[in-house]
């Protein structure tokens, strides 16, 4: 008996397993513990590559976000190699991937300009919007006001809806 792989139309691209929070939920055990040990470029523009052909748009639109559409960087937490995750999207984007995201837990998002900043710095190496976790296990370790700093000022920089989840 032969297992049929359908081809992956949406994908989700680990940058590492380091993490600022220790989730009790976490299905991969990320966490702070976790060494730094990040994807290489070379590795990250290797599965980039294969992945660029697949990748289907939301059905918003190439340059809009959908959960089971497009391609998110993740972890651990992205944001803790923020030179890195730019370089990601700068790749994706290049390779003509759409609906590019991120995914974060918003940890990093102290105030609005550092905020605003990055998310801005995102945008024009072509990302097209974010996933913010947001869960019980996230606000034990997340102050919410960092929660909904990322939301709203996602909104300013992206526009549209954020998904949250």
Known sequence: MR?????????????????????????YACSPAWSADWISEGDLERVLTQL??????????????GI??????????????FDLLVKAVGMAHGLGIPSLFVETNSFWCANDWGTRDKFARLRDSGLDGLLISVNPFILEQVPFERT????????????????AA
Do not use: Q, W
Request: glycine fraction near 12%.
């Open 52 to 65: 660029s052909p697949v990748i289907l748009p939301s059905p918003l639109g190439p340059d809009r976000v």
């Open 3 to 27: 297992l049929f792989v359908p081809r992956p139309v949406s994908a989700g691209v680990f940058l590492s397993y380091k993490c600022s929070s220790r989730c009790r939920h976490c299905m």
């Open 68 to 81: 089971n559409y497009g391609l998110h960087f993740t972890g651990g937490e992205p944001f803790l190699n």
């Open 148 to 163: 909904e700093r990322a939301v709203r000022i996602g909104r300013e920089v992206f526009g549209g809806p954020i998904t």
